[in-house]
Each structure stands twice: as structure tokens, then as C-alpha cells.
């Protein structure tokens, strides 16, 4: 089994974001973007291009007239909404591998993903709670460590999770017994590799142990509530199932109650098919 | 003919070549209903307990919901001839986190709706594999009516 230290230098090889998306961070980061620099950043790669293109398109924005040219989707969405979309395009086709090691099909943990993502707006909706613009993108990534241990890094999770049924306790406290690090530290780290906002990696890091972050605590708390109602209902679920331990302090300080849980999943899964479909790319 | 059922969805049979299945059941709960003379089986996956969260939807989609859901489930069974007294009821899901605290219920909930409803329509639950933290997938096997629980990769009979 690899050590802590290994595990966190082969993070240096996982290569799966294009350059190019690196640098489109940066510059969608800056105070003044210059939108044709952008769009011509962005039409370097084809498959980003069509991606954002379809994106943009897709029947969730609702505009009115087809968008045809990157310049034209930059001015109609907006940056914000381009940053979401950007990344949605660059990590889908990574997400939606197939999770070697912890026995997931082709699709599922992307499906998870989305769901987080989607869960995370109708929760803060239904709390009317106004989170940040980059709530969806890090929801979405939640789980993106998980890539990382199972697919590029090709851990064997068997004994991680014969630890987490024998003992009954949470899946990511026991890969941190087995491998002294767990799929949201390795997320986190990645991340950091790949140059994505620091708030983002915050959410990464501690979506699993939300009392423990510093800052930002409110999306923090949305997104593990979020993560948790997704596993609820099965949307995606893999073999660690539901062997997780949510916060008590997240639910009181949210002011959750069954009826709410009730609420969001209704909506999660009335809507989830027409995201998944839209965020879907190859 | 493998014939898998969505989350809020139900699937009936009378087809021996027929395996009804459905997937990562997580806190929603499966039933089946199975009548071994007129060898009738369908399969249900519900997902939340009560229908009075979202009416409008329980119209168009009522096995969404274990109310609805289980309602028009048996009716339909008698609606291809199924017996009452007949009918074997087995029932999986309703799983939860590693929550000592029980913040979240609703797996327990849709379990304590099953049992009302099937108590309510003089139906007794022949077997369970219900609560604690598995992920399941339900079969029914039409040629047998045998119902199996699948769950980290090892499928048993209920």
C-alpha cells in the first residue's frame, strides 16, 4: 500500500486539466478580462470550444438566440457563469471514467458529482441562503480526490473499505488509517496543483469535516449537507454507500429539519437528469 | 428479460424470463410484491415517504413516493388478477449514514410508511433487510419469485 508521502508526490503526474484551462483560470481571476484574448485562449482547444458551445446552448441557460462563437457565449453568460462552465467542461470527461479500485461504473461518481453540485443551488435556495458563484464548481469537484486514489493512482480501496464496514465508521476516516491521508485531502492537494481558487480547495478539503474549516463556513456547511441529502438518494452512490458521519453542528447552525431534507431531494431529483444531460461532455 | 427500475419507478411482470432490478437503493426503500398462483411480481423504488411534500408531483409520478407509490403498485397487481391473499411483500432499503444522532430520517420514515400501509391492506412483510448504512440492489426473479439483496458485491435471498 502506498504511503501519505507517495500518494501525495504522484499527484505531481496526474496531468488531467489541459494547460490551457490554467491559464484561462488566471486570466478569468483578473480584475479587467479582455474578452477576446479569452475566447481566443478558450479556441486553442476544440474540445473546450464545443464544449462551451454546447454549454451554452444548452436549454439551462435558456437564451433566446444561438450562440455561435465563443466571444459571443463570453458576453451573453458572463464570467462567472463561464468559469462554471469551463470547468464543467474540463473535469467531466475525467469524472466520468470509470473509479478503478472502489467499484464504480463508468458515470456514477460524475452523476454524484452533479448531483452534489445541483443539490448545493437547491439547498441554499431553500434555506435562502445566497451563496457564492463558486459553490456550484466546487460542489462538483467534491470528489475528484477519489479520481485521483482510485483511477490515476490505482490504490486498492478493498481494505479501506472493509475497515470502514467491520468497524462502522466513516469511509474517510478509515483511508486516513490505511493510507494516512483521505480522498478529500488528496482532492484538495490536487487542486492546488491545478491553480483553482483557494476558496474552492477549502470546500475540497473539508467537505467531509466541516467544523474543522477556518473560513467560509457557511458553503462549507452547504456543500457537505449537499453531498450528504445526494448520498441519501442514491444518486450515484458507490461502495462506500452511505458510511458517513454528517455534523450535528452543520444541522443546527443551518437549522435543517426533515421536512427541508424532504424538500431539496424532491427538487434533486425532479431536476437532476436535465443537468446531468447538459453537463455531460466527451 | 432484465427489466431495472429507476429511482421512483415500478416495473410489473408476468414473464418467468423476467428479472426485476433495482439499483443503490441508499435510503430509499424497494418492495416487492409477488403472487405465486398467478405468478404476478413487480418491484417499486421509492424515495421519499409522503406524497404531501410535492402533490402536484405525485399525480404525474406517484412512485416517487411510498404512499402513492405502494398504492398504485397494488393496485395494479390486482388489476392483472393478483390475490391478496396471496401476495408475498418483501421489502429492502431505508438505509442510513453513521448517524448516531439521527439528523436524517427519511430511510427510517420510508420503512415506517411500507409497514403502516401493508398493515393497513392486511399484508404481512414476509422479509426485510432494512436500516444500517448499505448501499442494496433488489432483484425479483420472476421464474422462482425469489427476491435477493445484492450489497458489497455478495447477493443473498430475503
Redesign the interface.
Same mark, same amino acid.
Given at each position: 500500500m502506498k504511503t501519505r508521502d507517495e500518494i501525495i508526490s504522484s499527484l505531481d503526474h496526474i496531468t488531467a486539466i489541459p494547460a490551457s484551462i490554467t491559464k484561462i483560470q488566471r486570466m478569468l481571476g483578473q480584475k479587467e478580462i479582455d474578452f477576446q484574448e479569452l475566447a481566443r485562449l478558450i479556441e486553442y482547444d476544440p474540445n473546450l470550444t464545443a464544449n462551451v458551445l454546447r454549454l451554452s446552448n444548452s436549454a439551462y441557460f435558456g437564451f433566446k438566440y444561438e450562440v455561435n462563437t465563443v466571444h459571443q457565449a463570453l458576453i451573453r453568460i458572463g464570467t462567472n457563469k463561464i468559469y462554471d462552465i469551463v470547468i464543467a467542461a474540463a473535469v467531466s470527461p475525467v469524472m466520468n471514467k470509470p473509479l478503478k479500485g472502489y467499484?464504480l461504473p463508468k458515470g456514477k461518481l460524475w452523476e454524484h458529482s452533479v448531483g452534489v453540485a445541483l443539490a448545493s443551488e437547491i439547498l441554499s435556495e431553500e434555506l435562502d441562503i445566497s451563496v457564492p458563484d463558486y459553490t456550484f464548481t466546487a460542489a462538483l469537484l467534491v470528489d475528484i480526490g477519489k479520481i485521483a486514489l482510485g483511477t490515476f493512482i490505482e490504490i486498492d480501496a478493498k481494505p479501506i473499505?472493509r475497515l470502514a464496514?467491520e468497524q462502522?465508521?466513516?469511509f474517510d476516516i478509515a483511508e486516513r488509517r490505511i493510507l494516512g491521508i483521505d480522498h478529500a485531502e488528496v482532492g484538495a492537494i490536487l487542486l492546488e496543483k491545478w491553480h483553482l481558487p483557494k476558496e474552492i480547495i477549502n470546500i475540497e478539503r473539508w467537505h467531509h469535516q466541516p467544523d474543522r474549516t477556518e473560513e467560509d463556513r457557511m458553503v462549507v456547511d452547504i456543500v457537505h449537507i449537499a453531498d450528504?441529502l445526494t448520498?441519501?438518494?442514491?444518486?450515484g452512490?458507490?461502495?462506500d454507500? $452511505?458510511?458517513?458521519?454528517?455534523s450535528?453542528k452543520v444541522?443546527e447552525r443551518l437549522g $435543517?429539519t426533515?421536512?427541508i431534507?424532504?424538500?431539496v431531494?424532491?427538487k434533486l431529483?425532479?431536476k437532476i437528469q436535465q443537468v446531468y444531460d447538459m453537463l455531460t461532455l466527451n | 428479460m432484465i427489466k431495472t427500475v429507476d429511482?421512483?419507478d415500478m416495473k410489473i411482470s408476468e414473464d418467468e424470463k423476467d428479472i426485476l432490478v433495482t439499483y443503490?437503493?441508499?435510503?430509499?426503500v424497494g418492495i416487492t410484491l409477488y403472487d405465486p398462483v398467478t405468478k404476478i411480481g413487480s418491484l417499486i423504488h421509492c424515495?421519499?415517504?409522503l406524497s404531501r411534500?410535492?402533490r402536484e408531483?405525485a399525480k404525474k409520478n406517484p412512485f416517487?413516493f411510498v404512499d402513492t407509490g405502494l398504492s398504485q403498485q397494488l393496485q395494479e397487481m390486482y388489476n392483472r388478477g393478483a390475490r391478496k391473499k396471496n401476495i408475498i411483500a418483501k421489502v429492502a432499503g431505508g438505509?442510513?449514514?453513521?448517524?448516531k444522532?439521527n439528523?436524517? #430520517?427519511?430511510?427510517e #420514515?420510508n420503512y415506517t410508511v411500507v409497514r403502516k400501509l401493508l398493515w393497513k391492506n392486511d399484508i404481512l412483510i414476509k422479509a426485510q433487510d432494512v436500516g444500517e448504512?448499505?448501499?442494496r440492489t433488489v432483484r425479483l426473479y420472476m421464474d422462482t419469485g425469489i427476491t435477493t439483496v445484492r450489497y #458489497?458485491?455478495e447477493e443473498v435471498e430475503l
Open positions: 467499484d473499505m464496514y462502522q465508521i466513516p450528504i448520498m441519501i438518494a442514491g444518486i452512490g458507490g461502495q454507500g $452511505l458510511n458517513y458521519r454528517p450535528k444541522s $435543517l426533515t421536512k431534507h424532504e424538500r431531494i424532491n431529483i425532479s | 429511482i421512483s443503490s437503493l441508499g435510503s430509499c424515495m421519499l415517504p411534500v410535492d408531483k416517487m438505509a442510513k449514514l453513521l448517524d444522532k439528523l436524517f #430520517r427519511i430511510g #420514515r448504512s448499505k448501499s #458489497r458485491g
